[in-house]
């Protein structure tokens, strides 16, 4: 069983719509959890991280973490074409190194 | 506030051959970590690195190799260099008691 477990999509979402991406992690430990955007042939960039329980918003996007299902989504409201991109999972464990899903990729149509 | 630097951003090698990637990270952040990522396996942790001292080590074999010098400057070395380790390299860094990484531009190796 994989760590960080993604859907890999794609994910395909109307312009406008809210995209809701989701991951599962399997070590109960864990206390970080982020969410990258990788654009195709560029590097990872950090767009959300959340450490407790709960929702935690920053313009259009929202993530949300639940320990007890070990469960993090982000959620992408009024979606537009330049989020087309893969969405990275990653948890972090203590000083353990952090853990990446393999990525969801989203397309959203115009 | 410059981000992570990675250097070269292309290199193509010839199989056995060895290769250096450099990596500078963000001004004041202390600790390092590098990254393989291919199609098929995602991004794949290969060591991080903290006041000089190789604070984790992923899954690689011994071909694979880092270091980091006092100004938090690494490098990683590949040796005896396999089709198979072509790949796009990613350093990150982040803050002394931080554990959001940030990501250079990777350096695309290809060995031919």
């Not at chain 1, 395909?12 to 809701?20: K, R």
């Not at chain 1, 007890?68 to 972090?92: N, W």
């Not at chain 2, 931080?98 to 695309?108: D, I, K, L, N, V």
Request: aromatic content about 10%; overall charge positive.
């Amino acid at each position: 069983q994989k760590e960080v477990e993604q859907n890999s999509g794609p994910l395909s979402v109307p312009e406008g719509a809210i995209a809701s991406l989701n991951c599962t992690y399997s070590d109960r430990g864990s206390q970080s959890f982020f969410w990258y955007r990788q654009y195709s042939g560029k590097s990872p960039e950090l767009i959300m991280s959340i450490y407790s329980n709960g929702d935690k918003e920053d313009g259009r996007f929202t993530a949300q973490l639940n320990k007890a299902s070990q469960y993090v989504s982000l959620l992408i409201r009024d979606s537009q074409p330049s989020d087309s991109a893969t969405y990275l999972c990653a948890v972090k464990e203590g000083r353990r190194a952090l853990t990446f899903g393999s990525g969801t990729r989203l397309q959203v149509q115009p | 506030k410059a981000g992570v630097t990675q250097t070269p951003r292309y290199l193509i090698k010839t199989r056995g051959q060895q290769v250096t990637l450099s990596c500078s990270p963000i001004s004041g952040h202390r600790s390092v970590s590098w990254y393989q990522q291919t199609p098929g396996q995602g991004l794949q942790f290969l060591f991080e690195y903290f006041s000089e001292t190789q604070r984790n080590k992923g899954n690689f074999p011994g071909r694979f190799s880092g270091r980091q010098f006092s100004n938090s400057r690494s490098e990683m070395n590949v040796s005896t260099l396999e089709l198979g380790d072509s790949a796009l390299y990613l350093c990150a860094s982040s803050l002394t008691g931080s554990a959001e990484q940030y990501f250079g531009p990777g350096t695309r190796l290809t060995v031919t």
